[in-house]
C-alpha cells in the first residue's frame, strides 16, 4: 500500500481495509469490485489488483497460508524480490534483508560507496553471523534510515554511526524538480430524470478497473450525444502520478439512450460503486 503512497493517506484506510478483509479467508466468495471500492483514495490500483489474484492463489494452493519460501512468493502476483525480502524476514523472521531506497541511503552513507542492492543485502549478510532476529533488524533499518538518516535532513548529531560514517554532516540538498506532464480533459455528466452514464471501455487509461465517467477522449461514443446544451458545472486540477490534469466536468441532460459500451447506474447507488477519487470528486 506505502509504495507511491504516503504513509498518512495509508494511516487513513489500513484499518477499513482489515476490517473488511481480516484474513486471507475473507477474500473468498469476495470480487475484485468489492477491493477496488475500500481501496479507493489509495491510488496505483494495479497493487489492489495483485492483491487480489495473489490472495486467491494463496487460498487455492497455498490453503490459505503465506508461503515462507522465496520462489513460491516471487512467483505470486505484484510481488517482486524487495516484497519476497521483507516478508521473509518480517513475516517469517527468516534470513533475508529487504532493501528499500531509505535502507539504501543509509547503508551508502555510512560506507561512502556506491552499492547495489545485491552489494547491500551481502554486507548485511557477512554482518549478521550470529543469529538474530531478522525481523527486528529489517524494520529497525527501515526506521532508522527514514527518521535519522533523512534524504534532505540528516539527523547526523542524533545518529549512533557518526563517528566513522563517510558522509556524517555533509549537506544533502535535493535539487530534482519532477516535471508534471500537463494535460486537460472534459468529463460529462450525462443525466437521465434517474440515472448517469458510465461507459466500459474507456480511452482514459488510468483506473482500467473502474466503470468511468465519458470524456473528450471517448470519441466514438461523444459522436453519439449533442453537446450543444453541454453546461460547464466545475473545473479544478488532479494529480495522477506524474500527470497534472486539468480537469473540466460538463453536464448534459439527456434521456436513457442505448448507446454501444453504456452503462446506466441509477443515481441513488452511485455510492455504492467503487470508484476511484476522481470520479467521486466529479460526481460530488
Given at each position: 500500500m506505502l509504495q507511491q503512497t504516503t504513509v498518512k493517506t495509508v494511516e487513513n484506510k489500513i484499518l477499513e481495509i482489515i476490517n473488511i478483509f481480516p484474513s486471507f479467508n475473507s477474500f473468498k466468495n469476495k470480487r475484485l469490485e468489492h477491493l477496488l471500492?475500500?481501496?479507493?483514495?489509495?491510488?496505483?490500483?494495479?497493487?489492489?489488483?495483485?492483491?487480489?489474484?495473489?490472495?486467491t492463489i494463496i487460498n487455492n494452493s497455498y490453503n490459505g497460508k503465506l508461503p515462507d519460501d522465496r520462489d513460491s512468493l516471487i512467483s505470486l502476483p505484484g510481488v517482486g524480490k524487495y516484497t519476497s525480502s521483507a516478508i521473509l524476514a518480517i513475516g517469517h523472521n527468516k534470513k533475508s534483508f529487504p532493501v528499500d531506497i531509505n535502507v539504501k541511503r543509509l547503508i551508502q552513507r555510512v560506507s561512502g560507496l556506491k552499492l547495489k542492492d545485491?552489494?547491500?543485502?551481502?554486507?548485511?549478510?557477512?554482518?549478521?553471523?550470529?543469529?538474530?532476529?531478522?525481523?527486528?533488524?529489517?524494520?529497525?533499518?527501515?526506521?532508522?534510515?527514514?527518521?535519522?538518516c533523512k534524504k534532505n535532513s540528516p539527523e547526523c548529531s542524533k545518529c549512533i554511526f557518526s563517528s566513522f560514517c563517510k558522509s556524517a554532516f555533509q549537506s544533502f540538498k535535493n535539487n530534482k524538480n519532477i516535471k508534471k506532464n500537463n494535460k486537460e480533459i472534459?468529463?460529462?455528466?450525462?443525466?437521465?430524470?434517474?440515472?448517469?452514464?458510465?461507459?466500459?471501455?474507456?480511452?482514459?487509461?488510468?483506473?482500467?478497473?473502474?466503470?468511468?465517467?465519458?470524456?473528450n477522449l471517448d470519441?466514438?461514443?461523444?459522436?453519439?450525444?449533442?453537446?450543444?446544451?453541454?453546461?460547464?458545472?466545475?473545473?479544478?486540477?488532479?494529480?495522477?502520478?506524474?500527470?497534472?490534469?486539468q480537469i473540466n466536468v460538463y453536464k448534459l441532460n439527456l434521456k436513457k439512450l442505448k448507446i454501444n459500451n453504456s452503462v446506466w447506474i441509477e443515481k441513488s447507488k452511485t455510492n455504492q460503486l467503487a470508484l476511484p477519487t476522481l470520479f467521486k470528486r466529479i460526481l460530488n
Open positions: 471500492k475500500v481501496w479507493s483514495g489509495l491510488g496505483y490500483y494495479k497493487r489492489a489488483e495483485n492483491l487480489f489474484k495473489a490472495v545485491d552489494e547491500i543485502e551481502e554486507i548485511l549478510s557477512l554482518a549478521c553471523k550470529k543469529k538474530i532476529s531478522y525481523r527486528s533488524l529489517a524494520e529497525s533499518m527501515m526506521d532508522y534510515s527514514s527518521i535519522i472534459d468529463f460529462y455528466l450525462i443525466n437521465s430524470p434517474l440515472h448517469i452514464c458510465f461507459i466500459k471501455k474507456p480511452k482514459f487509461q488510468f483506473y482500467k478497473n473502474f466503470i468511468h465517467l465519458p470524456s470519441k466514438e461514443f461523444i459522436a453519439n450525444l449533442n453537446l450543444k446544451n453541454k453546461e460547464k458545472i466545475k473545473s479544478f486540477k488532479f494529480t495522477i502520478t506524474n500527470n497534472l490534469f
